[in-house]
């Protein structure tokens, strides 16, 4: 038997693929995890490093859309959710059957313990919307990129999820030259970054350096 609180969320799935919105008043990328416990490896915060939401919101200008019919005032959106592969696999499918014909373009999906099978089923019933697959620990990636030839997954390493947000808007920049131009641009202040400190320890040296930087932390 459905819990209420989850059929409900399946009932909204299945309305909004009726809908047949436009794709720019749809969120571009699915977030889902399989737990809230999973959201500070997700989102990034309390002491994590920081994750897909930063990279999109904070690095890329995409916007959280939180009403399906209500999107925000950023052309590029995403949107978030709790779907448990184990103990809630109707809303898993529900989800993954619609992203598509909901708009989204393409899913990050994290899950972490030994038994990890959100990304990899969700990328099974999404195909052949790209999935991206994020190990929540260590002990999930094995669980993650386990896929049988025929059944593809994209994934990156154990708690990364900002590149698996970077990951899927290289994706979508292949259509969106504005995401290209966000991308190029994110990359070129990283590039700065490193010069600045290149620069900075060769002209103070080493100990020079340390004074500056190390002793300031």
């Known amino acids: 038997m459905t819990a209420d609180s ?52 904070d690095e890329l200008g995409f916007e959280e859309q939180t009403d399906y019919e209500d999107a925000p005032e950023s052309r590029f959106t995403f949107e978030t959710f709790v779907v448990s592969a184990h103990r809630t696999p109707d809303l898993m499918y529900a989800y993954a059957e619609t992203a598509e014909v909901r708009g989204i373009d393409v899913i990050i999906a994290g899950a972490g313990g030994k038994s990890a099978d959100l990304p990899n089923m969700t990328a099974s019933i999404a195909y ?75 002209e103070l040296g080493t100990p020079g350096f340390k004074d500056q930087y190390w002793d300031q932390e």
């Open 128 to 202: 052949p919307l790209p999935v991206i697959g994020v190990p929540v620990q260590e002990k999930s990636v094995d669980s993650v990129i386990g896929m049988p030839q025929g059944a593809p997954i994209t994934a990156v390493d154990a708690g990364k999820s900002f590149n698996a947000a970077l990951t899927a808007a290289q994706i979508l920049s292949r259509q969106h030259t504005e995401i290209r131009e966000r991308l190029v641009e994110y990359h070129r202040e990283l590039q700065e970054d490193v010069g600045d400190v290149s620069r900075d320890l060769h």
């Open 6 to 57: 989850v059929q409900s969320i399946i009932d909204q799935l299945r309305e909004e693929a009726e809908m047949d919105l436009p794709n720019e008043e749809t969120p571009d990328v699915g977030i889902v995890m399989g737990s809230d416990s999973d959201l500070p490896t997700m989102a990034g915060g309390q002491g994590k490093r920081p994750g897909a939401y930063a990279a999109l919101a």
